[in-house]
């Protein structure tokens, strides 16, 4: 249950936010944040007949990041849904300064955020009619949608995956050889420092202070990203194993990715239209195992975030999700 109480966002006086406790762990009291946007009589009207009417759409960020995307919060609502984005534990809003960044053993953990999340949109409508759900995850958020999608189908109408990391940019022969390295390390210590492996690309080809054009807080998003550890590694590489073994998740899924990626070590200026985290030709094979209805739709040009691309491929992602959103069931 949050406190009831929502306050302005970090985003301005568009957005607010609303903590979420969930408790203690061994870190001590956790919390998550739900924002939304502040919506005006006549953006109800105005958005009254889009493809995603009647639709909550809630929206789950990746390792080492956070919510900032507002075009795309103002893009979704455009198209009639509810939007609603949550920081997850230990990270950006509800990140607190005695918490390791980001970390958990078992991406099931995040079911007490999502439910907290959802309590409170379902809150927001006055016991009405059930509205659908469509939640959106990048990148590790993906990966753990669609695994709390696959343990909660009553509740989920449909899916967005943007650039979700389904597998080990290795491939699964990769991730199975690395797997029992990271689990006896996960057992001895699952919060030992692991080697940084982020260049700093993906915050360069993002970062107004790089090649992008995005402004966000570096604490919340550092430019090598948070430390990694064996217990948080571990929980990833199950999560992937899970999608490879099939989800079968029956409703319509969209999967968005770049048509390429750079992974190397050296900075290049093509890596500005490229995911510089992912092998997306790995993750759009894996993303055939989610279920029975998958749209795998690649951008040229995107970065691993695609809707923090170049406007040309935005307007390609907001066309994408307006079509996509008709196929929903109503």
């Known amino acids: 249950m949050g406190t009831g109480r929502w306050h302005e966002d970090v985003l301005g006086a568009s957005f607010e936010r609303l903590e979420l406790p969930l408790g203690e762990d061994g870190e001590g009291p956790v919390v998550a944040t739900l924002v939304r946007r502040r919506r005006s009589p006549n953006d109800l009207l105005l958005h009254a007949r889009g493809p995603l009417h009647g639709v909550d759409v809630l929206y789950v960020h990746g390792w080492s990041d956070y919510f900032f995307q507002v075009e795309l919060a103002e893009h979704l609502e455009r198209l ?159 999560g992937q194993e899970r999608v490879a073994q099939g989800l079968g998740i029956a409703v319509p899924t969209l999967v968005l990715l770049s048509d390429k990626s750079m992974l190397q070590p050296r900075w290049d200026d093509a890596m500005t239209r490229a995911d510089v985290a992912l092998n997306v030709d790995v993750v759009a094979h894996r993303a055939l195992s989610l279920g029975a209805e998958v749209t795998v739709r690649r951008l040229h040009g995107a970065l691993h975030d695609v809707v923090l691309s170049a406007p040309e491929v935005r307007d390609q992602v907001w066309d994408v999700l307006g079509r996509w959103a008709t196929t929903l069931p109503r």
């Open 80 to 238: 009639g849904a509810r939007f609603h984005a949550l920081d997850l534990r230990k990270y950006g809003r509800s990140l607190r300064p005695h918490q390791t960044p980001g970390f958990v053993d078992d991406l099931a953990v995040y079911d007490e955020d999502i439910g907290a999340a959802l309590d409170a949109i379902a809150a927001e409508h006055h016991g009405g009619p059930r509205r659908r759900l469509v939640p959106m995850g990048h990148s590790t958020g993906g990966l753990t949608l669609a695994l709390w999608a696959a343990r909660h189908p009553d509740l989920v109408d449909g899916l967005v995956l943007n650039s979700p990391w389904l597998e080990f940019q290795a491939s699964a022969l990769g991730r199975a050889l690395v797997t029992p390295v990271i689990k006896l390390g996960a057992k001895r210590n699952p919060l030992a420092p692991m080697p940084a492996v982020d260049p700093g690309f993906a915050t360069r080809t993002v970062s107004a202070t790089g090649e992008g054009s995005w402004t966000y807080d570096q604490r919340w998003r550092p430019e090598r990203g948070f430390a990694l550890h064996p217990g948080w590694l571990a929980a990833v590489f199950a």
